[in-house]
């Protein structure tokens, strides 16, 4: 069980950065991997990026690879994503989802394989 509240979006010119949070509550933090998706007006909710519950393995969608990162901190129950080299394209409310996992390597890349959700935190990049 985790609760997750995300935080850091709000409106930032092309070009720019924005660091997303995503607090997690519960005892078993480190049980989880992390991901991070967005969802656009009239759109689907897409995934963004993953973590494993080690911290040590990521995955990255193909628009995202190389601009945006994602980390966790354990220890403040966190998980980050830093956006860089934003995009109008990028414009979307970006969740973060939590997915119980056996691996410490493992990520889940796909809606269905989490199960637990943020509120969401809308991320606007201009023109």
């Known amino acids: 069980q985790v609760q997750l509240v995300e935080s850091g979006g709000g409106l930032v010119q092309a070009g720019g950065s924005l660091r997303l949070s995503c607090a997690a509550s519960?005892?078993?933090?480190?049980?989880?991997?992390m991901g991070w998706f967005r969802q656009a007006p009239g759109k689907e909710r897409e995934f963004v990026a993953a973590?494993?519950?080690?911290?040590?393995?990521?995955g990255y969608a193909d628009s995202v690879k190389g601009r945006f990162t994602i980390s966790r901190d354990n220890a403040k129950n966190t998980v980050y994503l830093q956006m860089n080299s934003l995009k109008p394209e990028d414009t979307a409310v970006y969740y973060c989802?939590?997915?119980?996992?056996?691996?410490?390597?493992?990520?889940?890349?796909?809606?269905?394989?989490?199960?637990?959700w943020g509120q969401g935190t809308q991320v606007t990049v201009s023109s």
């Open positions: 519960g005892r078993t933090f480190n049980s989880y991997a």
């Open positions: 973590i494993s519950w080690s911290g040590r393995t990521t």
């Open positions: 989802a939590a997915g119980r996992t056996y691996g410490s390597y493992r990520i889940y890349l796909t809606v269905d394989d989490y199960d637990t």
